[in-house]
């Protein structure tokens, strides 16, 4: 589950390795994602499945389009904190917002406005 986005975040920071405070940030991420309200989103992808934190939901559904806010910032700072980065992200905000941008791309719309 955190496969792409944890690599989305080594990349970034320019990583020399993917080591275990990385890894840990990721899992506490994910973890924590699990335990918050669901959007409606993932409910549209999933419907009649309750999403509420318990034995049959621990781990957020691949649908959920907040793990790529969560997972790779998490994992950015804990490269940085670790020392493994050869970049140091500043402007958190911003870093977010570009996370948005790749969550938000839709390559069909390049094609509505022809």
């Known amino acids: 589950m955190c496969f792409p986005f944890l690599f989305r975040a ?11 405070p990385m890894k840990m940030a990721a899992a506490v991420a994910l973890a924590a994602l ?15 499945r309750e999403f509420e934190f318990g ?3 621990v781990i957020p559904t691949p ?3 907040r ?4 997972i790779p910032s998490a994992v950015a700072k804990a490269a940085i904190e670790s020392g493994v980065a050869k ?8 870093y ?7 969550r938000d791309y839709n390559p069909a719309n390049q094609f509505n406005a022809l």
Do not use: Q
């Open 10 to 20: 080594a990349l970034d920071v320019r990583a020399s390795s993917i080591n275990e």
């Open 34 to 48: 699990a335990k918050e309200p669901v959007c409606d989103t993932v409910r549209e992808a999933i419907p009649g």
């Open 55 to 57: 034995k049959d939901y």
């Open 63 to 65: 649908f959920d389009p």
């Open 67 to 70: 793990i790529i806010d969560r």
């Open 87 to 94: 970049v140091h992200i500043t402007d958190w905000g911003k």
């Open 96 to 102: 977010t917002e570009d996370l948005h941008a790749i």
